[in-house]
Antibody
């Protein structure tokens, strides 16, 4: 069955960086896109970016450009997202989600809580 | 890219039908046929209900249906049930090859 298993809870100080991983199984990793979506406490869903199957191409929401890096490792079927220059406003649950091709996210990871606090 | 506009809340009685709107622009909802809808219960991961405006994944109840007119997409829930109480989000592909979520709608079953 399709599974996306994300890395565990992170606590970071303002100005630091965080990298979240998402390990995929149960489907052909190399042919899928992966979205990153976050949800701040009590808030709605916010689309952050997408990495294409090739791994060479990514797209980010304008507010995250220059601060978010997405990568993928086909050898381990894992996608990664790194967020730099963290502030308290980045405190949220971060999700990876699979997309078979411009249809939007279908399967989602369980989420990774990132807390930014001094 | 601004979030797509959804009503903050919609309510209905069991058995009734309700419709949730998702309004964007010609750069997103109106410019493509890649609009999806999600249901999120408290503390849970979002679940896809509709993709590509009208398509329903296998296993999703046929009480959920999607449509689009111009810059507004809609999700209709027919035969409302208590388990439908949740927050619903739309998402659209955009002409700049990004995606944007809606603001979210809380559905209450009276």
């Amino acid at each position: 069955q399709v599974q996306l298993v994300q890395s565990g809870t992170e606590v970071k100080k303002p100005g630091a960086s965080v990298r979240v991983s998402c390990k995929a199984s149960g489907f052909t990793f190399s042919s899928h896109y992966f979205h990153w979506v976050r949800q701040a406490p009590g808030q709605g869903l916010e689309w952050m970016g997408i990495i294409y199957p090739s791994g060479d191409e990514t797209r980010c929401a304008q507010k995250f450009e220059g601060r978010v890096t997405m990568t993928r490792d086909t050898s381990t079927s894992t996608v990664y997202m790194e967020v730099n220059s963290l502030t308290s406003e980045d405190t949220a649950v971060y999700h990876c989600a699979r997309d078979s091709g411009y249809h939007g996210p279908d399967y989602w990871g369980q989420g990774t809580l990132v807390t930014v606090s001094s | 890219q601004s979030a797509l506009t959804q009503p903050a809340s919609v309510s209905g009685s069991p058995g009734q039908s309700i419709t949730i709107s998702c309004t964007g622009t010609s750069s997103d909802v109106g410019g493509c046929d890649h609009v999806s809808w999600y249901q999120q219960h408290p503390g849970k991961v979002p679940k896809v209900l509709i993709y590509d405006v009208t398509r329903r994944p296998s296993g999703v109840s046929n009480r959920f249906s999607g449509s689009k007119s111009g810059n507004t997409a809609s999700l209709t829930i027919s035969g409302l049930q208590a388990e439908d109480e949740a927050v619903y989000y739309c998402i659209s592909y955009t002409t700049t090859y990004t995606y944007v979520f809606g603001t979210g709608t809380e559905v209450t079953v009276l």
